[in-house]
């Protein structure tokens, strides 16, 4: 389960940093099947597997803190190796409700900030994004939703095809060199969090240049995730994944760049919300 985990992780098969915190918490759970002759070599193999799966993606928080939250509730603690897997049985619990309870508080605040009426432009796929505008429709507001296409890999045709689901929402769906044109009709940018480290704000690549667009227009930035993405002493690693993702023969001379994510200084975005409030 650990292995699978962490090759889905480094695929970027599971596209929501919430999801894939949770996913690699419960992944652990494999250690109760193994086994061990004393606690200290359970705990070794939890830190290994927990850096492990910690690694498998340095840019995602959630991921990070989930980690180390499993580490720090443990090691040290136990006294038998029954003990040992009974705690980590109950911190996996503990961990995975407290990284979709954050979530949930996040969206629930942000879906309050979403009017009646309202026309929103949302990027890539987030599912505390499409959680925020879910709760608003299901309260009674009616709202037309543009989200970009998200190229290379084009994540938005997923976000699209949830929010076609979801009743009171006009879905409309642009490539993302349209982004200037929606914004024209837009009340606001909704954006989740990879993370927010050190005063700048990560997001999937295509963030930045909308965000700087939006500004230009006068359109309010929002974005919303759980507060275990803001994180201080944080390295954040930017991934480039693949040039087949952009090209799929490539051209002689030409050296194709993929980054996975942009960098955006935290002070051009209008609001941050997350499960602790509301951040101005």
Known sequence: MIDETVAEIRAMRTHSTSAVAVKATESLAELLDREYITVDEFERD????????????????ALHNAMREVERSIVGEPTTVEGAKQLLEDVIDRVVADVETSKAAAAANAAERIVDGDTLLVHDYSTTVLESIETAASEGAHMTVYVTEARPRTLGRKTARALAGMDRVDARMVVDSAMGYALRDCDRVLLGITCITGGTYYNRVGTFPIVVTARELGVPITAVGSGAKTIEEFRFENEFRDAVEVMREPVEGVTIENPSYDATPVGMIDTVITDDGVVE
């Open 46 to 61: 939890l830190e290994h597997n927990a850096g492990v799966l910690r690694r498998s993606n340095p840019s995602h928080a």
